[in-house]
Protein backbone atom coordinates (compact mmCIF):
# COMPACT_ATOMS: atom_id res chain seq x y z
CA UNK A 1 0.00 0.00 0.00
CA UNK A 2 0.93 3.21 -1.05
CA UNK A 3 0.98 6.30 1.45
CA UNK A 4 -0.61 9.25 -0.65
CA UNK A 5 1.72 11.99 1.56
CA UNK A 6 4.92 10.73 1.40
CA UNK A 7 4.32 7.97 -1.26
CA UNK A 8 6.18 5.64 1.02
CA UNK A 9 5.55 1.68 0.51
CA UNK A 10 3.64 0.10 2.90
CA UNK A 11 2.96 -3.18 3.75
CA UNK A 12 -0.78 -4.42 2.69
CA UNK A 13 -3.12 -3.65 5.93
CA UNK A 14 -1.36 -1.54 7.56
CA UNK A 15 -2.92 1.68 9.55
CA UNK A 16 0.00 3.83 9.63
CA UNK A 17 2.65 5.32 7.35
CA UNK A 18 6.27 3.69 8.49
CA UNK A 19 7.97 6.44 6.77
CA UNK A 20 6.04 9.70 8.26
CA UNK A 21 3.55 8.47 10.07
CA UNK A 22 0.62 9.68 8.31
CA UNK A 23 -2.66 7.50 8.63
CA UNK A 24 -3.58 4.78 5.28
CA UNK A 25 -6.84 4.80 4.34
CA UNK A 26 -8.69 2.63 1.28
CA UNK A 27 -10.43 4.54 -1.52
CA UNK A 28 -13.25 3.00 -2.68
CA UNK A 29 -13.11 3.11 -6.62
CA UNK A 30 -16.67 3.23 -6.67
CA UNK A 31 -17.97 5.93 -4.61
CA UNK A 32 -14.54 7.74 -3.50
CA UNK A 33 -15.56 6.56 0.35
CA UNK A 34 -12.45 5.82 2.53
CA UNK A 35 -12.04 2.96 4.16
CA UNK A 36 -10.23 1.12 7.33
CA UNK A 37 -6.58 -0.68 6.13
CA UNK A 38 -7.66 -4.39 5.43
CA UNK A 39 -10.91 -3.67 4.84
CA UNK A 40 -12.79 -6.22 1.54
CA UNK A 41 -15.87 -4.01 0.94
CA UNK A 42 -16.63 -0.50 0.97
CA UNK A 43 -18.76 0.47 4.01
CA UNK A 44 -20.63 3.01 2.18
CA UNK A 45 -21.77 1.32 -0.90
CA UNK A 46 -20.85 -2.16 -0.32
CA UNK A 47 -18.03 -2.81 -3.16
CA UNK A 48 -15.65 -4.79 -3.57
CA UNK A 49 -12.39 -2.79 -3.09
CA UNK A 50 -9.88 -4.97 -4.78
CA UNK A 51 -11.95 -5.00 -7.88
CA UNK A 52 -11.85 -2.02 -10.04
CA UNK A 53 -15.51 0.16 -10.51
CA UNK A 54 -16.66 -0.44 -14.19
CA UNK A 55 -20.11 1.76 -14.68
CA UNK A 56 -22.84 0.40 -16.05
CA UNK A 57 -22.98 0.99 -20.03
CA UNK A 58 -25.44 3.98 -20.63
CA UNK A 59 -28.36 2.79 -22.99
CA UNK A 60 -27.31 5.87 -25.07
CA UNK A 61 -23.83 5.29 -27.10
CA UNK A 62 -21.29 6.67 -25.04
CA UNK A 63 -17.72 8.27 -26.13
CA UNK A 64 -14.38 6.61 -24.74
CA UNK A 65 -12.31 9.11 -22.97
CA UNK A 66 -10.22 9.32 -25.98
CA UNK A 67 -13.38 10.60 -27.89
CA UNK A 68 -14.40 12.98 -25.74
CA UNK A 69 -10.72 14.20 -25.36
CA UNK A 70 -10.96 15.57 -28.93
CA UNK A 71 -13.60 18.64 -27.98
CA UNK A 72 -12.09 21.29 -26.10
CA UNK A 73 -15.17 21.75 -23.73
CA UNK A 74 -14.46 18.07 -22.45
CA UNK A 75 -12.14 16.28 -20.20
CA UNK A 76 -8.32 17.07 -20.44
CA UNK A 77 -6.41 15.22 -22.62
CA UNK A 78 -5.01 11.84 -21.44
CA UNK A 79 -1.20 12.73 -22.28
CA UNK A 80 -1.82 16.28 -20.34
CA UNK A 81 -3.47 19.65 -21.69
CA UNK A 82 -3.48 22.82 -20.37
CA UNK A 83 -6.44 24.63 -18.72
CA UNK A 84 -7.01 27.96 -17.08
CA UNK A 85 -8.34 26.88 -13.73
CA UNK A 86 -8.84 27.62 -10.14
CA UNK A 87 -6.96 25.79 -7.48
CA UNK A 88 -8.42 25.36 -3.65
CA UNK A 89 -5.95 23.82 -0.80
CA UNK A 90 -7.90 23.44 2.29
CA UNK A 91 -6.24 22.03 5.48
CA UNK A 92 -7.98 21.36 8.82
CA UNK A 93 -6.74 22.43 12.13
CA UNK A 94 -7.24 20.37 15.00
CA UNK A 95 -6.73 16.94 12.98
CA UNK A 96 -3.72 16.02 14.84
CA UNK A 97 -5.30 16.93 18.46
CA UNK A 98 -8.24 14.79 17.42
CA UNK A 99 -6.01 11.77 16.84
CA UNK A 100 -4.46 12.04 19.88
CA UNK A 101 -7.55 12.73 21.94
CA UNK A 102 -10.32 10.87 20.73
CA UNK A 103 -10.54 6.98 19.72
CA UNK A 104 -9.75 6.19 16.01
CA UNK A 105 -13.28 5.33 14.75
CA UNK A 106 -14.36 8.46 15.99
CA UNK A 107 -11.98 10.68 13.86
CA UNK A 108 -12.74 8.61 11.08
CA UNK A 109 -16.41 9.59 11.48
CA UNK A 110 -15.81 12.67 12.07
CA UNK A 111 -13.48 12.97 9.13
CA UNK A 112 -15.77 11.11 6.96
CA UNK A 113 -19.01 13.37 7.59
CA UNK A 114 -16.39 16.35 6.73
CA UNK A 115 -15.34 14.83 3.46
CA UNK A 116 -18.68 14.02 2.43
CA UNK A 117 -19.41 17.83 2.92
CA UNK A 118 -17.06 19.03 1.18
CA UNK A 119 -17.89 17.25 -1.87
CA UNK A 120 -21.49 18.54 -1.48
CA UNK A 121 -20.29 21.64 -1.18
CA UNK A 122 -17.91 22.13 -3.41
CA UNK A 123 -19.65 20.09 -6.28
CA UNK A 124 -23.03 22.47 -5.51
CA UNK A 125 -20.86 25.39 -7.03
CA UNK A 126 -19.38 23.69 -9.70
CA UNK A 127 -16.08 22.12 -8.46
CA UNK A 128 -14.57 18.76 -8.21
CA UNK A 129 -12.86 17.89 -5.12
CA UNK A 130 -9.84 15.64 -6.93
CA UNK A 131 -8.44 14.42 -3.46
CA UNK A 132 -8.76 13.90 -0.15
CA UNK A 133 -4.83 13.37 1.56
CA UNK A 134 -5.18 12.86 5.14
CA UNK A 135 -6.71 16.05 6.31
CA UNK A 136 -6.41 18.03 3.30
CA UNK A 137 -8.70 18.46 0.54
CA UNK A 138 -8.03 19.39 -3.15
CA UNK A 139 -10.86 20.92 -4.99
CA UNK A 140 -10.53 22.08 -8.82
CA UNK A 141 -12.86 25.13 -10.36
CA UNK A 142 -12.62 24.91 -14.27
CA UNK A 143 -11.87 21.07 -15.12
CA UNK A 144 -13.41 19.29 -16.54
CA UNK A 145 -15.74 22.40 -17.09
CA UNK A 146 -15.11 25.67 -16.75
CA UNK A 147 -17.05 28.92 -16.01
CA UNK A 148 -16.17 32.25 -16.32
CA UNK A 149 -16.68 33.15 -12.73
CA UNK A 150 -14.72 30.00 -11.64
CA UNK A 151 -12.12 31.63 -8.94
CA UNK A 152 -15.54 33.43 -7.47
CA UNK A 153 -17.45 30.24 -6.98
CA UNK A 154 -14.04 28.76 -5.65
CA UNK A 155 -14.23 31.12 -2.79
CA UNK A 156 -17.69 30.93 -2.37
CA UNK A 157 -17.10 27.07 -1.85
CA UNK A 158 -14.16 27.87 0.15
CA UNK A 159 -16.51 30.02 2.92
CA UNK A 160 -18.59 27.51 2.95
CA UNK A 161 -16.28 24.49 3.73
CA UNK A 162 -15.28 26.48 6.60
CA UNK A 163 -18.41 27.56 8.19
CA UNK A 164 -19.42 23.95 7.33
CA UNK A 165 -16.27 23.17 10.08
CA UNK A 166 -17.24 26.11 12.69
CA UNK A 167 -20.58 24.45 13.07
CA UNK A 168 -19.18 21.04 13.58
CA UNK A 169 -16.40 22.34 16.05
CA UNK A 170 -18.39 23.08 19.25
CA UNK A 171 -19.69 19.64 19.88
CA UNK A 172 -15.38 18.42 19.86
CA UNK A 173 -13.41 21.18 20.83
CA UNK A 174 -14.01 21.09 24.83
CA UNK A 175 -12.57 16.98 24.24
CA UNK A 176 -9.70 18.25 22.20
CA UNK A 177 -8.48 21.64 23.68
CA UNK A 178 -8.73 23.18 20.48
CA UNK A 179 -11.78 24.76 17.56
CA UNK A 180 -11.66 22.73 14.54
CA UNK A 181 -11.11 25.07 11.78
CA UNK A 182 -10.17 25.29 8.23
CA UNK A 183 -7.13 27.34 6.67
CA UNK A 184 -6.98 27.89 2.84
CA UNK A 185 -5.10 28.92 -0.31
CA UNK A 186 -6.51 29.41 -3.41
CA UNK A 187 -5.01 30.09 -6.91
CA UNK A 188 -5.91 30.99 -10.09
CA UNK A 189 -3.95 30.32 -13.61
CA UNK A 190 -2.18 27.73 -15.82
CA UNK A 191 -2.07 24.49 -15.11
CA UNK A 192 -1.52 21.17 -16.79
CA UNK A 193 -3.71 18.19 -16.44
CA UNK A 194 -4.18 14.94 -17.06
CA UNK A 195 -6.38 11.86 -16.32
CA UNK A 196 -4.93 9.53 -13.84
CA UNK A 197 -5.84 6.26 -11.21
CA UNK A 198 -8.24 7.44 -9.36
CA UNK A 199 -5.99 6.40 -6.54
CA UNK A 200 -4.29 9.21 -6.92
CA UNK A 201 -7.14 11.61 -7.39
CA UNK A 202 -9.09 11.99 -10.19
CA UNK A 203 -6.36 14.60 -12.26
CA UNK A 204 -2.97 15.16 -11.99
CA UNK A 205 -1.98 18.40 -12.14
CA UNK A 206 1.53 20.57 -12.35
CA UNK A 207 2.53 23.94 -12.79
CA UNK A 208 3.33 26.99 -10.51
CA UNK A 209 -0.06 27.89 -10.17
CA UNK A 210 -0.62 24.34 -8.33
CA UNK A 211 2.41 25.19 -6.63
CA UNK A 212 1.54 28.81 -5.30
CA UNK A 213 -1.63 27.62 -3.55
CA UNK A 214 -0.44 25.15 -1.91
CA UNK A 215 2.24 27.28 -0.09
CA UNK A 216 -0.34 29.93 0.28
CA UNK A 217 -2.61 27.55 2.08
CA UNK A 218 0.50 27.02 4.59
CA UNK A 219 0.77 30.26 5.14
CA UNK A 220 -3.15 30.61 5.97
CA UNK A 221 -3.71 31.32 10.13
CA UNK A 222 -6.78 29.23 11.40
CA UNK A 223 -10.00 29.94 9.65
CA UNK A 224 -8.14 32.38 7.03
CA UNK A 225 -8.65 32.08 3.05
CA UNK A 226 -5.57 33.58 1.43
CA UNK A 227 -5.99 34.26 -2.48
CA UNK A 228 -3.13 35.11 -4.86
CA UNK A 229 -2.57 38.56 -6.51
CA UNK A 230 -3.97 37.03 -9.62
CA UNK A 231 -7.01 35.30 -7.93
CA UNK A 232 -7.54 38.54 -6.18
CA UNK A 233 -8.25 40.55 -9.42
CA UNK A 234 -10.64 37.79 -10.63
CA UNK A 235 -12.80 37.85 -7.51
CA UNK A 236 -12.86 41.75 -6.91
CA UNK A 237 -15.46 43.63 -6.57
CA UNK A 238 -17.40 40.56 -5.40
CA UNK A 239 -15.61 39.97 -2.58
CA UNK A 240 -13.94 42.30 0.31
CA UNK A 241 -10.50 41.28 0.66
CA UNK A 242 -7.58 42.74 2.73
CA UNK A 243 -3.63 42.81 1.26
CA UNK A 244 -1.68 41.25 4.10
CA UNK A 245 2.78 41.65 4.13
CA UNK A 246 4.52 40.34 1.41
CA UNK A 247 5.08 37.31 1.68
CA UNK A 248 8.37 34.80 0.09
CA UNK A 249 7.38 31.40 -0.99
CA UNK A 250 9.69 28.72 -1.52
CA UNK A 251 11.30 28.40 -5.15
CA UNK A 252 10.02 31.91 -6.18
CA UNK A 253 12.54 34.24 -7.03
CA UNK A 254 9.92 37.41 -6.12
CA UNK A 255 7.56 38.33 -3.38
CA UNK A 256 4.04 37.94 -3.72
CA UNK A 257 1.63 39.81 -1.95
CA UNK A 258 -1.45 37.54 -0.45
CA UNK A 259 -5.08 38.60 0.28
CA UNK A 260 -7.70 37.79 2.81
CA UNK A 261 -10.37 37.15 2.13
CA UNK A 262 -13.09 39.35 5.18
CA UNK A 263 -16.45 38.07 3.14
CA UNK A 264 -18.45 39.08 0.51
CA UNK A 265 -19.17 42.68 -0.76
CA UNK A 266 -22.99 43.87 -1.73
CA UNK A 267 -22.15 43.43 -5.16
CA UNK A 268 -23.22 39.92 -6.39
CA UNK A 269 -23.59 40.59 -10.52
CA UNK A 270 -21.33 42.07 -13.27
CA UNK A 271 -23.98 44.69 -13.88
CA UNK A 272 -23.58 45.72 -10.26
CA UNK A 273 -19.74 46.19 -10.74
CA UNK A 274 -20.23 48.03 -13.88
CA UNK A 275 -22.50 50.03 -11.47
CA UNK A 276 -20.04 51.43 -9.50
CA UNK A 277 -18.00 52.67 -12.06
CA UNK A 278 -21.34 54.79 -13.76
CA UNK A 279 -22.94 54.03 -16.91
CA UNK A 280 -23.64 55.78 -19.85
CA UNK A 281 -27.04 57.97 -20.72
CA UNK A 282 -29.74 55.43 -21.46
CA UNK A 283 -31.58 56.49 -24.38
CA UNK A 284 -33.79 53.96 -27.16
CA UNK A 285 -36.01 52.12 -24.33
CA UNK A 286 -38.82 54.69 -24.29
CA UNK A 287 -41.24 52.19 -25.03
CA UNK A 288 -40.30 49.53 -22.70
CA UNK A 289 -40.10 51.50 -20.03
CA UNK A 290 -43.68 53.26 -20.86
CA UNK A 291 -44.63 49.62 -20.65
CA UNK A 292 -43.33 48.56 -17.83
CA UNK A 293 -44.83 51.90 -16.03
CA UNK A 294 -48.00 51.43 -17.41
CA UNK A 295 -47.94 47.57 -15.86
CA UNK A 296 -47.13 49.11 -12.55
CA UNK A 297 -50.21 52.21 -12.45
CA UNK A 298 -52.19 48.39 -13.46
CA UNK A 299 -50.32 47.06 -10.31
CA UNK A 300 -51.37 49.85 -8.05
CA UNK A 301 -54.84 49.87 -8.97
CA UNK A 302 -54.73 46.53 -7.37
CA UNK A 303 -54.36 44.50 -11.13
CA UNK A 304 -52.32 41.40 -10.55
CA UNK A 305 -49.47 42.00 -13.24
CA UNK A 306 -46.92 39.71 -14.28
CA UNK A 307 -43.83 41.03 -16.59
CA UNK A 308 -41.36 38.99 -18.64
CA UNK A 309 -38.38 40.50 -20.22
CA UNK A 310 -36.30 38.38 -22.60
CA UNK A 311 -33.44 38.72 -24.56
CA UNK A 312 -30.18 37.56 -26.03
CA UNK A 313 -26.93 37.96 -23.52
CA UNK A 314 -26.01 41.76 -23.30
CA UNK A 315 -29.00 43.36 -24.96
CA UNK A 316 -29.81 45.18 -21.74
CA UNK A 317 -32.50 43.29 -19.94
CA UNK A 318 -29.94 44.14 -16.69
CA UNK A 319 -30.19 48.34 -17.53
CA UNK A 320 -34.12 48.32 -18.70
CA UNK A 321 -34.42 46.73 -15.00
CA UNK A 322 -32.10 49.56 -13.60
CA UNK A 323 -33.63 52.03 -15.53
CA UNK A 324 -37.37 51.42 -14.57
CA UNK A 325 -36.29 50.68 -10.57
CA UNK A 326 -34.78 54.04 -10.72
CA UNK A 327 -37.54 56.20 -11.82
CA UNK A 328 -39.98 55.01 -9.13
CA UNK A 329 -41.09 56.95 -6.35
CA UNK A 330 -39.93 55.02 -3.25
CA UNK A 331 -43.10 56.60 -1.29
CA UNK A 332 -45.45 55.07 -3.08
CA UNK A 333 -44.01 52.00 -4.27
CA UNK A 334 -41.80 49.66 -2.15
CA UNK A 335 -39.50 47.04 -4.96
CA UNK A 336 -38.75 43.03 -3.21
CA UNK A 337 -36.20 42.14 -5.63
CA UNK A 338 -34.99 38.40 -5.43
CA UNK A 339 -32.38 36.52 -7.99
CA UNK A 340 -31.67 32.96 -8.98
CA UNK A 341 -28.50 31.71 -8.36
CA UNK A 342 -26.28 29.91 -11.16
CA UNK A 343 -24.46 27.51 -8.46
CA UNK A 344 -25.33 26.57 -4.68
CA UNK A 345 -27.93 24.32 -3.32
CA UNK A 346 -31.17 23.75 -4.96
CA UNK A 347 -33.15 25.74 -3.01
CA UNK A 348 -37.07 25.79 -3.16
CA UNK A 349 -38.71 29.20 -3.42
CA UNK A 350 -34.87 30.89 -3.68
CA UNK A 351 -35.75 33.78 -5.35
CA UNK A 352 -38.52 34.60 -3.12
CA UNK A 353 -36.34 33.55 -0.08
CA UNK A 354 -33.69 36.41 -1.65
CA UNK A 355 -36.10 39.00 -1.42
CA UNK A 356 -37.45 37.61 1.85
CA UNK A 357 -34.30 38.10 3.56
CA UNK A 358 -33.39 41.47 1.37
CA UNK A 359 -36.92 42.81 2.30
CA UNK A 360 -36.16 41.74 6.25
CA UNK A 361 -32.51 43.33 5.71
CA UNK A 362 -30.98 40.39 7.14
CA UNK A 363 -27.03 39.45 6.48
CA UNK A 364 -24.95 36.48 6.09
CA UNK A 365 -22.71 37.59 8.84
CA UNK A 366 -25.37 37.99 11.25
CA UNK A 367 -25.53 35.78 14.30
CA UNK A 368 -28.42 33.46 14.45
CA UNK A 369 -29.69 34.93 17.12
CA UNK A 370 -29.29 38.36 15.66
CA UNK A 371 -31.43 36.96 12.70
CA UNK A 372 -34.11 35.71 14.91
CA UNK A 373 -34.40 39.38 16.37
CA UNK A 374 -34.02 40.76 13.07
CA UNK A 375 -36.55 38.50 10.88
CA UNK A 376 -39.02 38.63 13.77
CA UNK A 377 -39.10 42.27 14.67
CA UNK A 378 -39.14 43.65 10.54
CA UNK A 379 -42.30 41.26 10.19
CA UNK A 380 -43.80 42.81 12.75
CA UNK A 381 -42.90 46.21 11.75
CA UNK A 382 -44.27 45.66 8.10
CA UNK A 383 -47.73 44.41 9.09
CA UNK A 384 -49.78 42.67 12.40
CA UNK A 385 -51.33 40.70 10.35
CA UNK A 386 -48.39 39.03 9.89
CA UNK A 387 -47.70 37.80 12.94
CA UNK A 388 -49.61 34.02 12.27
CA UNK A 389 -46.78 34.23 9.82
CA UNK A 390 -43.81 34.15 11.55
CA UNK A 391 -43.50 30.36 11.66
CA UNK A 392 -43.35 30.07 8.31
CA UNK A 393 -41.49 32.55 7.16
CA UNK A 394 -38.62 31.72 9.93
CA UNK A 395 -39.20 27.90 8.00
CA UNK A 396 -38.53 29.56 4.39
CA UNK A 397 -34.85 31.72 5.76
CA UNK A 398 -34.12 28.53 7.67
CA UNK A 399 -33.63 30.21 11.28
CA UNK A 400 -33.73 28.26 14.22
CA UNK A 401 -36.25 29.77 16.35
CA UNK A 402 -38.99 28.93 19.50
CA UNK A 403 -41.66 29.48 17.07
CA UNK A 404 -42.93 25.84 15.91
CA UNK A 405 -45.34 24.90 12.68
CA UNK A 406 -48.10 23.89 13.21
CA UNK A 407 -48.13 19.91 13.52
CA UNK A 408 -51.03 19.22 10.86
CA UNK A 409 -48.33 20.87 8.28
CA UNK A 410 -46.28 18.71 6.39
CA UNK A 411 -45.92 17.62 2.57
CA UNK A 412 -48.35 19.37 0.28
CA UNK A 413 -49.98 21.17 3.22
CA UNK A 414 -46.84 23.30 3.70
CA UNK A 415 -46.13 23.78 0.62
CA UNK A 416 -49.54 25.50 0.39
CA UNK A 417 -48.93 27.54 3.76
CA UNK A 418 -45.54 28.49 2.66
CA UNK A 419 -46.64 29.79 -0.72
CA UNK A 420 -49.48 31.72 0.73
CA UNK A 421 -46.92 33.21 3.23
CA UNK A 422 -44.67 34.56 0.71
CA UNK A 423 -47.96 35.80 -1.26
CA UNK A 424 -49.10 37.52 1.77
CA UNK A 425 -45.89 39.08 2.11
CA UNK A 426 -45.35 40.10 -1.74
CA UNK A 427 -49.49 41.62 -1.93
CA UNK A 428 -49.54 43.69 0.98
Do not use: W
Amino acid sequence: MKCPKCLSENREGAKFCNECGHKLELACPKCRNLNRPGSKFCDECGHELSKPFKPKESPEPSKSIQELSKTPESLPLIEGERRQATIVFSDLSGYTAMNEKLDPEEVERIMSRIKKESVRIVESYGGIVNQFVGDEILALFGIPTGYEDDPIRAVKAAMELHKMVRQISPGIENRIGKPLTMHTGINSGLIVTNLRDDRDGLYGITGETVNTGARLKSQAESDAILVSPETNKLISPYFKTVALEEIRLKGKTKPITPYRVMGESKIQTRFEAAEQKGFTTYTGREKELAILHDCLENAVRREGQFVTVMGEEGIGKSRLHYEFRHKLDRDKVTVLQGRCQPYGRNIPYFPFIDALRRGLHLREEDSPADLLEKAVTNIRAIDPSLEQFIPLYLHLLSIPSYYSLPEHLHGKELRKAMEQALAVMITL
